[in-house]
């Protein structure tokens, strides 16, 4: 079975936590339902539930993905769609004010529903976390003990480090303490073994296009789905959780895509975690003054984040751009931003440190020897910046 496509000999793409290539299978199953199996799944005839039958698989592959059942899967259009619609559900109703607690190194969909929180009198705590990138739970525990709190949430695996946080401990926790928790997974999933009944989660975001899925569908996990709020209003569609006429070929593809991972996740892990070991180990030795940003062990198996000292990361990145080597210095959502990371500087890093750091993510298309390659430009482009 193909994993994916191979990229073009002449572009290395290196930037796999900001999006992924449609695998092969993935790309033959959304076409095959927009050219053949088409349908809208509220329509009461037989083209109709044709793709209920899509909807339903696929809400069963994705569920698997996870160790769910497929009840407790909704549909969205994104990542940042489903981590609003944890946050709102929390925070909409009910008397007396509101209190969230977030972190420091959040993705900026949930940074700025925190922003439009605030403005709406909800208590916004951030949780700093220490320089390997851990939230510090003890920290947590505290906030806990003083203070009711509406809901807690903490990002599984950082976008820019790879970072995976103690989620065992904090879900259990915020189950103890009785507070409702969320976890945005959109860098966990698909990429680690999940399974979500051993974890006191009650809210879980993720999306597809992080391991082959279209870009365009998003998924909330909800352990009590009438714990929801919808942020949208209309028909039944989700059974009214997400209203709105189902994007069926994205739904197809995620499903599709789940399926593929689930199957062979141990040897698609196994497979990044070898790439980007491979690449980190000869980066660090053949150029001078690179360091790892993070926890160099409790990782995502796809992801560094590399310091290169005195170096600047944005012009490097250009460099590395125009030989083909597509990177980022941080998450997709904030590529435009011309400040430094936030992540970084969360962790300690001054804003030069920042600056001259890149994230380099990768999936199971790329190959060793994208890697050699990759370094040795890269190694050629740090020289010619050195010398400036």
């Not at 976008?159 to 103890?176: A, H, P, R, Y």
């Not at 460099?319 to 990177?327: A, E, Q, T």
């Not at 992540?343 to 994208?370: Q, W």
């Amino acid at each position: 079975m193909s994993m994916g496509c191979k990229q073009s000999s002449a572009e290395i793409y290196f930037d796999n936590n900001a999006t992924t290539m449609p695998s092969k299978e993935v790309r033959e199953a959304v076409i095959k339902v927009l050219s053949k199996e088409f349908g809208n799944p509220s329509s009461a005839h037989s083209g109709g539930e044709r793709a209920r039958e899509h909807l339903k698989k696929s809400r069963e592959c994705t569920g698997s993905l996870i160790g769910c059942c497929p009840d407790h899967i909704i549909f969205t259009s994104s990542g940042t769609e489903s981590n609003n619609m944890a946050f709102y559900s929390c925070t909409k109703n009910g008397n007396g004010s509101k209190k969230v607690v977030t972190t420091m190194v959040e993705h900026s969909s949930i940074l700025k529903m925190c922003s439009y929180l605030k403005i709406n009198n909800v208590e916004v705590e951030m949780l700093g976390v220490d320089e390997n990138g851990f939230v510090i739970i003890d920290d947590l525990e505290k906030i806990l003990d003083q203070k009711k709190v509406d809901l807690v949430s903490v990002q599984w695996v950082n976008n820019e480090t790879g970072v995976i946080q103690d989620l065992e401990s904090i879900s259990k926790l915020c189950m103890e303490k009785g507070v409702i928790f969320h976890t945005d997974a959109a860098q966990a999933v698909g990429k680690m073994e999940i399974d979500i009944d051993k974890l006191s989660v009650d809210f879980l975001s993720f999306t597809g296009h992080k391991y082959n899925a279209p870009q365009g569908c998003g998924v909330l996990y909800a352990k009590d789905r009438f714990l929801v709020n919808p942020i949208l209003f209309g028909g039944f569609q989700e059974e009214g959780f997400r209203p709105g006429t189902e994007n069926l070929p994205g739904i197809v593809g995620i499903g599709k895509a789940s399926e593929i991972r689930h199957e062979n996740l141990r040897k698609l892990k196994m497979k990044m975690k070898e790439i980007r070991d491979r690449f980190e180990a000869m980066l660090l030795d053949f150029i001078p003054g690179t360091k790892v940003n993070g926890c160099p062990k409790n990782r995502i198996c796809n992801t560094t984040n590399i310091k290169f000292d005195d170096l600047d990361g944005r012009r490097l990145l250009q460099l590395l751009d125009k030989r083909g080597i597509r990177c980022s210095q941080s998450s997709a959502c904030t590529n435009f931003d011309s400040t430094p990371s936030y992540v970084l500087m969360a962790m300690g890093l001054s804003e030069k440190e920042a600056y001259s750091s890149i994230r380099f993510s990768f999936s199971p298309e790329n190959t060793f020897e994208e890697v050699n390659r990759a370094v040795e430009i890269i190694r050629e482009s740090c020289e010619s910046l050195s010398k400036f």
